[in-house]
């Protein structure tokens, strides 16, 4: 079945250690893949995509194909990032997204 | 408005009760979406709008589920007779792009989160 995987549900980290949210995917073809978050009390919005190979607030993500996965990482955590980060894959024809369970972000001073 | 406006932001019903979820995409926008996040999930797919054609509502859960787009613009979704397993968050997303070869990306409202009593 066509799925992502966020293995893990919480990640807790202190102010400026690197920070790593796993995230695999299991389809057949090259689907396209996004990142993205919600802060505190705001709506979901898109953090970064694969596609267009670019750093956003510090954090970068490579599509590795042969591992199926798609990590998101970032070298020095701010408390600002404090958050919801969702892996999500887009594959049909409409561009319905299927998301992972997300990972909680913690970052503390 | 500057975004995807949902309504209402909570809504409690009873067991049985019908209730209607609306969304108001960015103006403009062709594609709608509409998904379900139960607690401590991802959100999952229901249905797609493209203008007012349904062009996918494999997600919907059970023919209790229906969905409309009639102008292209306002879309609501309609829950017959609720069942506790319908509690979730429902979110609602627009883009300007149609299909998985747009480069615009999806834009999502605050949701309607929906507790069955």
């Known amino acids: 079945a066509q799925r992502v995987t966020q293995p893990e549900k919480l990640l807790s980290v202190f102010k400026g250690a690197p920070v790593e949210l796993k995230c695999n995917y299991s389809?057949?073809?090259?689907?396209?893949l996004f990142w993205y978050v919600q802060y505190s009390r705001q709506r979901l919005q898109l953090l970064l995509r694969?596609?267009s190979r670019e750093s956003i607030k510090g954090f970068t993500a490579d599509l590795n194909k042969g591992e199926t996965s798609f990590h998101l990482k970032k070298p020095f955590a701010q408390e600002e990032d404090s958050a919801m980060y969702y892996c999500?894959?887009?594959?049909?024809?409409?561009?319905?997204?299927?998301f992972g369970a997300g990972t909680q972000v913690v970052v503390t001073p | 408005g500057a975004g995807v406006s949902q309504s209402p932001r909570y809504k409690v019903a009873k067991r049985g009760q019908d209730v209607a979820l609306r969304c108001d995409p960015i103006?403009?926008?062709?594609?709608l979406f509409w998904y379900q996040q139960a607690l401590g999930q991802g959100p999952e797919f229901l249905t797609y709008?493209?203008?007012?054609?349904?062009?996918?509502k494999s997600g919907l859960p059970s023919d209790r589920f229906f969905a409309e787009r009639p102008e292209g613009s306002v879309s609501t979704l309609k829950i017959q007779r609720t069942q506790q397993e319908d509690s979730a968050v429902y979110l609602c997303?627009?883009?300007?792009?149609?299909?998985?070869?747009?480069?615009?990306?999806?834009?999502f409202g605050d949701g309607t989160r929906l507790s069955i009593l």
């Open positions: 997303a627009s883009s300007s792009g149609t299909g998985i070869y747009s480069n615009q990306p999806q834009h």
């Open positions: 389809y057949s073809g090259s689907p396209e």
């Open positions: 694969h596609i």
């Open positions: 999500a894959a887009r594959t049909d024809s409409w561009g319905k997204l299927q």
């Open positions: 103006s403009g926008h062709v594609s």
């Open positions: 709008f493209q203008n007012e054609a349904q062009l996918d």
